[in-house]
């Protein structure tokens, strides 16, 4: 095995710890959705902004499997497939194209990347695209209307974006100073 292919399997186990640890805070459920606020969202966008799309996506499905294995690793000690069952089983699912999502345009902006890019790309990639795969399925495992999923959801926005700001922030320093994706 190669330097670089272990320096990649690394960094995909590292992040997936890091989503674990994040999970220890504790959730905040709302009652109209069922999906908890946790600040595993956070851990989505900066293994996408941090290493790039394809270890960025790795690493949260690595912490999927694991998730989905038993192990409690998400917010509240929950674990287990049903979990990828109740509503917020979009979200996790999605949590694996958001990542990829923040991870394309971090990569795509490297040149210039700053905060107000990196913010972007943690908006666009972890609550856009996040929420347009967690909404519908809300609506589907909650039975009800996209349009009630969608208005519930929304609480969830000012937290994501100061998520955004904090991930934004982390990305752009390690950038700076242990750049781990290579300009393209």
């Known amino acids: 095995m190669t330097n670089e292919k272990t320096r990649d399997i690394v960094l995909i186990a590292l992040f ?4 674990a640890v994040l999970g220890v805070f504790p959730p905040i ?7 908890p606020i946790t600040a595993q969202s956070l851990g989505v966008m900066l293994a996408g902004g941090i ?3 394809r270890r960025g996506a790795l690493a949260i499905v690595l912490f999927l499997v694991l998730v989905a294995a038993g192990l409690p690793l998400l917010s509240g000690g929950r674990g287990g497939f049903a979990v990828f069952l109740g509503p917020s089983g979009g979200f996790l699912v999605g949590w694996i194209v958001a990542a990829f999502a923040v991870g394309v345009m971090v990569e795509r902006l490297w040149p210039r990347l700053g905060h107000v890019n990196a913010f972007a790309a943690c908006v666009f990639g972890g609550i856009v695209v996040l929420y347009a795969i967690g909404i519908p399925w809300i609506a589907f495992a909650a039975e009800i ?3 009630q999923a969608f208005v519930g959801s929304m609480p969830f926005v000012p937290g994501d974006v100061i998520k955004a700001v904090i991930a934004a922030t982390v990305i752009v320093t390690v950038a700076r100073s242990y750049p781990v994706i290579v300009s393209r």
């Open 51 to 53: 290493l790039g799309a």
């Open 145 to 147: 209307s996209i349009a």
């Open 29 to 35: 459920t709302l009652p109209l959705v069922g999906v």
């Open 16 to 19: 997936a710890a890091i989503m």
